[in-house]
């Protein structure tokens, strides 16, 4: 077995360690993270602003500052047009970005690969079929099930492969097999399903596939904060349980580490992140997988800071491609799954790039 | 970045080396049974005696003899093309990058064939079957051409982790493309929707003539490699150490992936999980050296892809599954079996 690549750059100069005076509290950041996560939230702050004022009608950054605090602007149509209408989509991307980037870091991190992703769960795929199969099979489906559907089909796949990896305890490599094989299986029904739908209803389930944000509405932002405000804290906390798992079974066992609970607890916060996107916004890929390598690249790989830093970057991500699929084809506008690909994948293939110089 | 620890495990079904021809001859006998009786069957079935009298004394006033020589054999002839062309791809694939979860998929030959195709409906509208098989091969080749300079640039040259990481995000961004024109144009959804499932239908003689020599090339050329793969499959540093030109081979193999996937694509479209779970289901009976692997992966993916074609036209007669949909539901069951009792 070759040396996972995180090992290999661990013991790197320059860390900045953070104590709590009182409570046995500490954390060690790579030196890099206090710089890289500053920028990244100017940016992602700066790209907020512009998002919220770019639009059919348009709006001067100074006025989406304004309206946002609630304050009279020139023109009494601001209100309604960013608190209405533009905030909660855009910050409804914004979470779903960042809670896509955790969970791609924690799934990385627990099966050491570099190819896994959120879907390796079965979230995807369970939420699909789930949904896909609901629009086939029932006589009238009714669009206000999608969510709860997704959520129980996300959910209960990620269970299913759990169970079917255990065996005498949990291992990496068959919890990635057995993902790998039920994704499949789940892919190949939805596009069966796909071909025995009217074409009307096959395509509003394809956009729902690709994943969308179009028309999200407050009370799915409010959803999603009760969500990420108690699964993100938490992850964060078991940071450091995902660099020791990091180090293999073996080692991570003779370190004392309680292996099968922290895994079980990271893989239940990864599904849990991963699922509640795909009820709010449908399955958008790729976030989950290229946010965690962009952070690794900026802040090398402990996870303490590397989670810190892959959250800002699947947030700022989303974002970028949130103004993105309102712009390219405006008025018209692209489902938010498709222009994350197109603008994280030439991003990603710049810093392989780089570090291969 | 872990090696397959399926391939790792030193017990396997068939011990002593001299076993394996036998094993694979075996295979082979069955293989051709497995063909003769996917001939039989279908929407109305067939007695296997005709079957062979079809083949062998063939008679072109005699209805059943017409149906065999012109639907079903080129049929199955296309399933077992696909099977062994998949399952082929899929080791070798697995075997250059190291990685178990690495399928012609990964390279980014499926979505530079997807998108082919797709971009060539969109702009030319309906296309014959053919047309379909082109565009796939060619989408696969120009894929598999940017994935490999895309992986290569920089110090250290095409390292499996690179090129892996390179395919994957090739994939995700045509892909990305793919589904923009999907979701904003309905005609060419309507269309491309049919073909993606994975499908034998209707599958003829034509398609095969003009896949078939493509897929043998790669066939050959693979097991004139094999050798070569089971070094590189030990590790980058000892190939080099063993004197190899490891980016020679790796090019090669690549060449011969793309003839392999690309024209099974062509055949039936974006068929999955053979080029997946063959490789492990072989590596658990024949060990680690590709010599062996190779040829048995053959055999066992066309079997496979003939088994759940088989089915798939009988479960729910008259209608029709598609292979890619049968392929799932025969393939998973069993590669969740394997990763749960073969993998530590």
């Given at each position: 077995m070759s040396i996972p690549e995180s090992v290999k750059e661990f013991p790197r100069p320059g860390w900045v360690v953070l104590r709590a005076r009182r409570l046995t509290l500490s954390v060690r950041l790579d030196r890099r993270v206090p710089a890289v996560v500053l920028t990244l939230a100017l940016v992602l702050l700066a790209a907020l602003v512009l998002s919220v004022s770019y639009g059919e009608?348009?709006?001067?950054?100074?006025?989406?500052?304004?309206?946002?605090?609630g304050m009279e602007t020139s023109d009494p149509n601001h209100l309604l047009v960013v608190r209405g209408f533009r905030l909660p989509r855009i910050l409804l991307a914004l979470m779903i970005g960042a809670?896509?980037?955790?969970?791609?870091?924690i799934i990385q991190g627990i099966t050491r690969n570099d190819l896994a992703d959120p879907g390796l769960l079965g979230i995807n795929s369970g939420a699909g079929v789930l949904v896909v199969g609901y629009l086939t099979f029932a006589a009238r489906p009714n669009p206000a099930l999608f969510p709860w559907l997704a959520l129980v089909g996300a959910l209960a796949a990620a269970g299913v492969i759990y169970a079917l990896a255990w065996k005498r305890g949990s291992s990496s490599l068959r919890l990635i097999l057995i993902g790998v094989g039920l994704a499949s299986l789940g892919g190949a029904l939805i596009s069966y399903f796909l071909t025995k739908l009217t074409l009307f209803n096959a395509q509003q389930a394809y956009v729902w596939l690709t994943g969308s944000v179009y028309g999200s509405t407050w009370s799915e932002v409010r959803l999603m904060l009760l969500w990420l405000g108690v699964?993100?804290?938490?992850?964060?906390?078991?940071?450091?349980?995902l660099n020791v798992l990091n180090l293999g079974d073996d080692l991570a066992t003779s370190l004392g580490t309680r292996l099968e609970l922290h895994r079980l607890v990271l893989i239940g916060l990864s599904a849990g992140l991963a699922a509640i996107t795909v009820t709010v916004a449908g399955a958008i890929g790729f976030a989950g997988f290229v946010s965690p390598h962009i952070a690794r690249r900026l802040v090398g790989p402990s996870h303490e800071g590397l989670l810190l830093c892959t959250v800002l970057v699947g947030g700022l991500l989303l974002v970028v491609a949130d103004l993105a699929s309102r712009w390219v084809i405006a008025?018209?506008?692209l489902p938010i799954g498709v222009t994350t690909a197109i603008i994280g994948a030439p991003y990603f293939a710049y810093l392989l790039y780089k570090r291969g110089r | 970045m872990q090696a397959p620890a399926v391939s790792r495990n030193r017990t396997r079904l068939i011990g002593p080396s001299a076993l394996l021809p036998v094993g694979l001859l075996v295979a082979a006998v069955l293989l051709v049974a497995g063909l003769a009786a996917s001939m039989a069957v279908g929407a109305?079935?067939?007695?296997?005696?005709?079957?062979?009298?079809?083949?062998?004394?063939?008679?072109?006033?005699?209805?059943?003899?017409?149906?065999?020589?012109?639907v079903r054999l080129p049929r199955v002839i296309a399933g077992a093309m696909i099977g062994?062309?998949?399952?082929?791809?899929?080791?070798?694939?697995?075997?250059?990058?190291?990685?178990?979860?690495?399928?012609?998929?990964?390279?980014?030959?499926?979505?530079?064939?997807?998108f082919a195709v797709v971009l060539g409906v969109y702009l030319l509208g309906g296309l014959p079957l053919l047309g379909y098989g082109i565009l796939a091969i060619s989408g696969a080749g120009a894929a598999a051409v940017i994935v490999y300079a895309l992986g290569s640039v920089g110090r250290g040259g095409a390292t499996p982790v690179k090129l892996t990481l390179a395919g994957v995000i090739f994939a995700m961004f045509t892909s990305a493309f793919t589904t923009a024109i999907l979701v904003l144009d309905s005609n060419t959804f309507d269309q491309i929707r049919f073909w993606t499932v994975g499908s034998l239908a209707g599958r003829g003689w034509d398609i095969v003539l003009w896949m078939g020599p493509i897929v043998a090339v790669g066939l050959l050329g693979a097991m004139l490699l094999s050798r070569q793969?089971?070094?590189?499959?030990?590790?980058?540093?000892?190939a080099k150490g063993l004197g190899q030109n490891t980016a020679l081979v790796r090019a090669l193999a690549a060449v011969m992936v793309i003839?392999?996937?690309g024209g099974s694509v062509a055949i039936a479209g974006p068929v999955g999980f053979v080029g997946l779970v063959i490789p492990h289901v072989v590596r658990v009976v024949c060990g680690m050296d590709y010599r062996w692997i190779l040829p048995y992966a053959a055999v066992a993916g066309a079997m496979l892809v003939t088994l759940a074609d088989t089915l798939g036209r009988v479960v729910q007669r008259p209608q029709e599954i598609p292979v890619g949909v049968m392929l799932a539901f025969v393939g998973a069951p069993f590669f969740i079996y394997l990763a749960r009792w073969r993998v530590r």
């Open positions: 009608y348009k709006i001067a950054p100074l006025d989406v500052l304004r309206a946002v605090a809670a896509l980037a955790a969970s791609g870091a699964l993100l804290p938490l992850t964060f906390l078991l940071a450091r349980q008025p018209n506008e | 109305a079935n067939i007695h296997i005696s005709t079957v062979v009298e079809a083949i062998f004394r063939y008679d072109a006033s005699l209805f059943d003899h017409l149906i065999i020589r012109t062994a062309g998949l399952a082929v791809a899929g080791a070798i694939m697995q075997g250059l990058t190291a990685n178990p979860l690495a399928s012609p998929g990964v390279l980014g030959i499926n979505a530079g064939a997807a793969i089971t070094t590189i499959s030990l590790g980058q540093d000892i003839l392999l996937a």
